[in-house]
């Protein structure tokens, strides 16, 4: 959603009407994943992509019929269909696609929840009894929700969001409405972009910084050394920090969406962001520093009461082995091995 967000809310501003296309469920070789979205409007404005091919041509012009109809289209694309050899899915792949207007007061509350560091999850009905297909129910953080779906759909749609949201994963489902028909549901996930804290303004953190702002990541760096942690070095990260991290943290929430690279290899900063950070959610926390480095940095820390559980979390030497020797060519490896661990893969 993140690649869309900013063109929807320019277009929206202009007055466009504004379609939404998701990508609703794949199979085989398809070339972009569950929730993958293409934003467009008339005059041939297109943003992000559903298959990064000659699909999106099919889906711009569903796009405008649904608009234009204000009726939503479940779109099939497989390999019997011509355009589908056109974008890798000759392999036996094949995509289905949901597109739909967007309704600005649903954007508008999703990108504040997102600008406020929360996920939303939009339940939509792709299919079953005459007036259900299209409608859709917006479930927020704390069980807040907008929308219905029916009566007896509600209740189940909520549950399903909560469920989804915890695993931060879209997905469709089959459910039963309440003494009626079979009813597809679509859980779409909106988790707000993910961030990385760099913890040290050191060479490494300024190229760091500018290869996951391409990745979509929010960026912020704390060094409360003003020669390292100034304006100057980082004019392109999102949030700079001069302080000592105790003090930083308390203004950085640490999510699960959160990645952590401590980069100083000055135990008066490390340490103390490392006891920070273990006890957070985060979903990776990675240490700059040889194995010899490591082996005392891991004694220092036991002996001041962290315990190994939490120890065993750090990627220490930070970054996958790439054979890297340049600063540029560290944070790649850095950066590599933070997309990894995000995506489950052992590293």
Not at 18 to 40: C, E, F, N, Q, Y
Not at 104 to 130: C, D, M, W
Not at 180 to 188: N, Q
Request: with cysteine; net charge negative; aromatic share 4%.
């Amino acid at each position: 959603m993140h690649e869309v967000l900013s063109d929807i809310q320019r277009w929206l501003n202009q007055g466009e009407a504004v379609a939404l296309a998701t990508v609703i469920s794949t199979w085989g070789s398809a070339p972009r994943a569950v929730g993958a979205k293409m934003a467009l409007a008339a005059g041939a404005k297109i943003a992000g992509s559903v298959s990064g091919g000659c699909v999106e041509g099919a889906v711009y012009e569903a796009g405008l019929q649904a608009i234009e109809s204000n009726k939503p289209a479940l779109l099939h694309f497989g390999v019997a269909d011509e355009t589908a050899f056109s974008v890798g899915l000759a392999c036996g792949g094949s995509i289905e696609v949901f597109v739909r207007q967007l309704d600005p007061a649903l954007f508008e509350t999703i990108l504040t929840e997102i600008q406020a560091g929360q996920a939303a999850a939009i339940v939509t009905a792709l299919s079953g009894p005459p007036g259900v297909p299209g409608r859709e129910m917006l479930c927020l953080a704390e069980n807040r929700s907008s929308g219905s779906l029916g009566a007896s759909l509600d209740g189940i749609a909520r549950e399903l969001a909560r469920e989804r949201l915890e695993q931060g994963l879209s997905g469709s489902v089959t459910v039963s409405e309440v003494g009626g028909d079979p009813v597809r549901l679509f859980i779409d996930v909106i988790s707000p972009p993910p961030v990385l804290v760099m913890v040290g303004g050191v060479h490494i953190a300024v190229s760091l910084a500018a290869l996951a702002k391409t990745l979509g990541y929010t960026t912020v760096v704390i060094d409360p050394r003003r020669a390292f942690g100034s304006q100057e070095r980082f004019p392109h990260v999102d949030r700079l920090i001069q302080a000592w991290p105790d003090e930083a943290f308390q203004q950085v929430p640490l999510r699960r969406s959160t990645a952590i690279a401590i980069l100083t290899h000055d135990p008066k900063i490390d340490d103390p962001a490392l006891k920070i950070a273990l006890i957070s959610p985060a979903f990776y926390i990675g240490v700059l520093g040889s194995r010899q480095t490591h082996e005392k940095r891991i004694q220092r820390l036991l002996t001041d009461g962290v315990p190994q559980a939490q120890l065993d979390r750090l990627h220490a030497p930070i970054g996958l082995e790439l054979g890297e020797e340049t600063p540029e060519e560290i944070a790649l490896a850095i950066l590599a091995e933070i997309v990894a661990t995000r995506h489950g893969q052992k590293t």
